[in-house]
């Protein structure tokens, strides 16, 4: 019998919806929310009412009765947790909702618990972008009050390897893979038989520039800018994840525009574009030593891994390290389907929410 699975992705202006039946897409709808409609909420909670109404009224208007088996929900910035699926509890929705950062995927595990309610099916969580594996070396920086933060591209990157493995006849925990996800953000990640053991913070200035973010840069020279008296702390922060990288520097945040200039001659487009390829191949050798130089293969991901200019860059500075393969774009419905169709059938184990910060502070 087959599985039917509802999937939850809501995004800044949109919430995307997808019923699967096991892993065959049957339906999807991305619902358009107005940044006028958004504006009117001062906070992303007072969104809830508003969001959960549009998916009633979404799945009512394609007569899709609340019969599922599971409802997964995009997981939001939640305390750190290793990365797998998770049951939404009452535990999970207090933290999503008094999440020290707002975001609109804070509001998916709600809306997916109250469906799941109506269906009397569970409802679950996958791989969040706080998916923290990281090993304890991997955690310390220079400076103690400055420890490394694993938030990255989780979902993304874990459902393409097990994608990888699948079709090569292995499973994904028996691989060490490094898994190169080329977005508006990058991340770079080391996946050692099945955890994610070291990967750049591709949220807040860590690693490779990107199409919008600044990636590691000269921390003394930070410092002085930062007392320079030029900058606000909201401008600088700005400076660091949103208005940096590419479009910092080319005033576009687009590649396949910047590939184009190249190609018309424009020198200063190639220079700024091989210098984010060449930040994204020295974190790549990175990993290669994270996984002991004993790596299986290195996947590139994202909507940038689609331009051939990129992957045969990339090609060229890391294949001798081991095999490139090209998974281009980015499936999170999918990949959420794919976790929750585990879950039902067992091959993927169900958890609990428990972060890190519970298990350093027992409870009395």
């Known amino acids: 019998m087959l599985m039917k699975i509802l999937v939850i992705n809501p995004g800044s202006t949109s919430t995307k919806l997808a019923v699967y039946e096991d ?13 006028e409609e958004v504006a009117g909420f001062r906070h992303i909670n007072e969104q809830y009412d508003y969001r959960r109404q549009h998916v009633h009224e979404a799945l009512e208007k394609a007569g899709i009765p609340l019969r599922f088996d599971a409802v997964i929900a995009r997981g939001g910035l939640l305390k750190p947790i290793p990365g797998g699926v998770y049951l939404v509890d009452e535990r999970v929705k207090q933290d999503l909702w008094n999440a ?6 804070n509001l998916a595990a709600w809306i997916a618990d109250e469906i799941a309610q109506q269906a009397g099916c569970p409802a679950y969580i996958a791989d969040p972008v706080v998916t923290d594996e990281l090993r304890e070396e991997a955690r310390i920086s220079g400076v103690p009050e400055l420890p490394r933060i694993s938030i990255f591209h989780a979902l993304n990157s874990r459902a393409v390897s097990r994608r990888y493995a699948a079709r090569i006849g292995k499973k994904y925990e028996e691989m060490n893979l490094i898994v190169v996800h080329l977005g508006g953000g990058i991340s770079v990640s080391a996946h050692q038989y099945g955890r994610v053991v070291d990967v750049n913070n591709a ?42 990288g590419l479009v910092a ?3 576009t945040t687009d590649v396949p525009t910047i590939i ?12 700024v574009l091989d210098a984010m390829l060449y930040t994204v191949a020295k974190q790549i050798g ?45 499936d999170e419905m999918g990949a959420l389907a794919m976790n929750a169709l585990g879950a039902l059938n067992g091959e993927l184990t169900v958890q609990r929410y428990c972060p890190k910060q519970d298990e350093e502070i027992p409870e009395k």
């Open 203 to 244: 949220l807040n200035g860590e690693g490779p520039f990107s199409p919008e973010r600044a990636g590691t840069v000269p921390a003394r020279q930070l410092v002085d800018l930062c007392f320079s008296g030029k900058y606000t702390h909201r401008e600088l922060c700005r400076m660091l994840n949103g208005r940096g």
């Open 260 to 271: 184009r200039g190249i190609h018309a001659g424009e020198i200063h487009y190639k220079r």
């Open 286 to 330: 990175a990993m290669h030593v994270a996984l002991h130089c004993a790596t299986d293969a290195i996947i590139l991901t994202g909507g940038i891994a689609y331009n051939e200019y990129c992957t045969d860059a990339l090609r060229g500075w890391v294949e001798s390290l081991a095999p490139v393969e090209i998974i281009p774009g980015e």
């Open 100 to 105: 020290s950062m707002e975001h609109a995927s």
């Open 249 to 251: 520097h080319l005033g």
């Open 23 to 35: 892993d065959v897409l049957v339906w999807r709808e991305s619902l358009y929310h107005s940044a």
